[in-house]
Structures are given as structure tokens and as C-alpha cells.
């Protein structure tokens, strides 16, 4: 069953392409974190970008430097399309090395992935973050563009220790900041996007989730994330109801 609004009788939704928030907090109450007794849900659900939300993203600086060549020279010899095919699941790790540059010269993909794999890191102070998040109860899901190397990530940083991989391009074959992909939230976890807080660096994927209907947060740093999470109701605090 889909959850709405009603839900949160201590909140207003609006609506504003200049203010990323679509959620506002009456002045009565400054918690919207509510459990609902259908589905027990603890309301609202964040949706997290993953790449330079949570994670360091080494494609723009660490990529070029392994090729020995500016973003600009790496820019020109790379396929245009390859890696949007491989973030939506659409072609394998082989295909994507066949491809990878629009010559067809030979890509060194064990030592590029070595390389990606080098420079994951957490974005200062986000874990700490998702750490307060999971603590308080809030359920929280990846929503990301990324190919099937998302699970190097895990491997690496253990992301599921705080969120779910449930909404990535890979394998949803969509990507932000199409609509469709935005669509898929309500049909997996039955929860409206009025109930939901998306986060995300790019501006243009925030600005889509709107569109849909989501509260929306353009990712900074970590310290206005806070703010603008606590603005919103979520409690980042460790609460004496709350386990461990
Ligand atoms: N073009 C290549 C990229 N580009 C970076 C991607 O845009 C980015 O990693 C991804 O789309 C995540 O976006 P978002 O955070 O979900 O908006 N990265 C590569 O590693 N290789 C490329 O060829
Ligand atoms: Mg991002």
C-alpha cells in the first residue's frame, strides 16, 4: 500500500524550483519522522546519490592521470556512449573494453578498475552521517547511476552497512534524471515520494525528483547536509529510545 502525505500530519507540502526543499515543517512540531501502522515504516525514506554524495568519484581526477592524459584528451578519445550503456546494464565489462576508446586501441580495464578501486573513498564526514541515520531508524536506499562496479564499492567501504542497493541504474536499465527511474520508488517500496528525501550533487537530478513529487536536497558537504536533513525533521541526535 502506497503511503502519502496524510501521513504526516505535521508537514506542508510545496512546491519550488528556486528552494530544493518540497517538504516544510509546521511550526508545531518539529518531527515528521513518524512509523506508520501499515506498513511499519519509519517515514520519511532518503534515497541517496552515491557518487560524490557518499563516495569520492576518481573518474574525473585519478581516470585521466592512469591514461597519462587530461580530462580533455581523455574526453576526446573515449567512446561517448560506452559507459552510459554499461551504467544502464546494457552492455557487460567486455563490451565496455572493446569500446572504451572510439579508436579501438587497447584499454587496460584490470588496471583501470585497480585504479577506480584506489580512489573510492567516503566524502568527509558522510559516514558519520549514515551512521546517525541508520542508528535513528531511518530506512535508507542508494539512488544511483553506476554500472555493475558498484559492487567494487561495497567491497571496498561496506555501504550496505547503512543503506540498500536498491535503486541503481545497472540494474533498473534507467538513469537520472529520467522520470521513469524516479517511478520505480513508489513500485518497490510502496511508499509515495511525498514521503521520500532524495539527495544528490547534481542539481539537475534533484531538480527531476521534484518534478516527482520527492523533497529534494542538493548534496554540498557533509555539515549543510545535516542542517538542511534536521531542517526537514530527521533527527540526527542519539536518542535514549534508541538501542545502541
Ligand atoms: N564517463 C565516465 C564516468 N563519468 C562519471 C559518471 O558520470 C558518474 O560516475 C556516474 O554517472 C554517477 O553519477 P551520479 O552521481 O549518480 O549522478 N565515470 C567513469 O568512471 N567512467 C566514465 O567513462
Ligand atoms: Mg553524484
Not at 510545496?14 to 501499515?38: A, D, R
Not at 592521470?65 to 565489462?93: Q, T, Y
Not at 547534481?202 to 547536509?225: M, W
Request: with cysteine; hydrophobic share 40%.
Amino acid at each position: 500500500m502506497a503511503l502519502s502525505l496524510s501521513n504526516f500530519p505535521s508537514i506542508t507540502a510545496i512546491k519550488s524550483t528556486q528552494n530544493p526543499f518540497s517538504v516544510k515543517m509546521s511550526p508545531l512540531t518539529n518531527n515528521i519522522s513518524v512509523s506508520t501502522k501499515s506498513t511499519n515504516k519509519k517515514l520519511p525514506i532518503l534515497l541517496f546519490d552515491v557518487m560524490d554524495t557518499i563516495v569520492r568519484d576518481p573518474f574525473y581526477h585519478d581516470v585521466p592521470a592512469f591514461f597519462r592524459m587530461s580530462m580533455k584528451e581523455l574526453l576526446d578519445c573515449k567512446h561517448p556512449n560506452v559507459w552510459i550503456e554499461f551504467e544502464k546494464g546494457h552492455i557487460d565489462e567486455v563490451e565496455l573494453t572493446r569500446n572504451f576508446f572510439k579508436d579501438g586501441r587497447h584499454c587496460d580495464i584490470e588496471g583501470l578498475k585497480n585504479c577506480m578501486k584506489e580512489g573510492y573513498f567516503y566524502i568527509e564526514g558522510v559516514e558519520e552521517l549514515l551512521h546517525d541515520l541508520k542508528r535513528n531508524g531511518y530506512e535508507l536506499h542508494a539512488f544511483t547511476n553506476y554500472p555493475v562496479w558498484y559492487q567494487m564499492i561495497e567491497e571496498k567501504l561496506k555501504l550496505s552497512k547503512y543503506l540498500s542497493w536498491t535503486f541503481c541504474s545497472c540494474v533498473i536499465g534507467k538513469r537520472k534524471p529520467e522520470a521513469d527511474f524516479y517511478s520505480e520508488v513508489e513500485k518497490r517500496l510502496g511508499v509515495e515520494p511525498a514521503n521520500c528525501i532524495f539527495i544528490d550533487d547534481r542539481l539537475k537530478n534533484v531538480d527531476a525528483a521534484i518534478e516527482a513529487g520527492f523533497s529534494g536536497i542538493h548534496f554540498k558537504n557533509a555539515e549543510t547536509l545535516g542542517k538542511e536533513l534536521s531542517l526537514l525533521g530527521i533527527n540526527l541526535l542519539k536518542d535514549v529510545q534508541c538501542a545502541n
